[in-house]
């Protein structure tokens, strides 16, 4: 059974650092790109950030949309099966819940849209 599982969530007051984790079962995952998503209450999913797979020609290549560039990074673990998302200087707009995903590609998409998800992590950025 293929599964994706967050873990690293938590209350961090603003300015602080959370590390989320997106352990993979069933499947190898550096060979596909992987993306994270949030969803704050009330809104729509935003895509946050992904890493390429290492297979493609630009070897982990990110992207990450613009509200977290300099704040947040991503990359992998290969031999733990990992993907991280380094997450710094959080505010109180950063907080959701963060899921891992993955559409089975080996390149990022802009759009981030994805079949496979995790259950989630919530993430509180509050004082």
């Known amino acids: 059974q293929f599964q994706l599982v967050e873990s690293g969530g938590g209350l961090v007051q603003p300015g602080g650092s959370l590390r989320l984790s997106c352990v993979a079962s069933?499947?190898?995952?550096?060979?596909?790109?992987i993306g994270w998503v949030r969803q704050a209450p009330g809104k729509e999913r935003e895509g946050v950030s992904c890493?390429?797979?290492?297979?493609?020609?630009?070897?982990?290549?990110?992207i990450y949309t613009d509200s977290v560039k300099g704040r947040f990074t991503i990359s992998r673990d290969n031999a733990k099966n990992t993907v991280y998302l380094q997450m710094d200087s959080l505010k109180p707009e950063d907080t959701a819940v963060y899921y891992c995903?993955?559409?089975?590609?080996?390149?990022?998409?802009?759009?981030?849209?994805?079949?496979?998800w995790g259950q989630g992590t919530q993430v509180t950025v509050s004082s």
């Open positions: 995903a993955t559409e089975w590609a080996l390149r990022c998409s802009p759009r981030y849209e994805y079949s496979k």
């Open positions: 069933g499947f190898t995952l550096d060979v596909y790109a």
């Open positions: 890493i390429s797979s290492v297979v493609t020609s630009s070897e982990n290549n990110t």
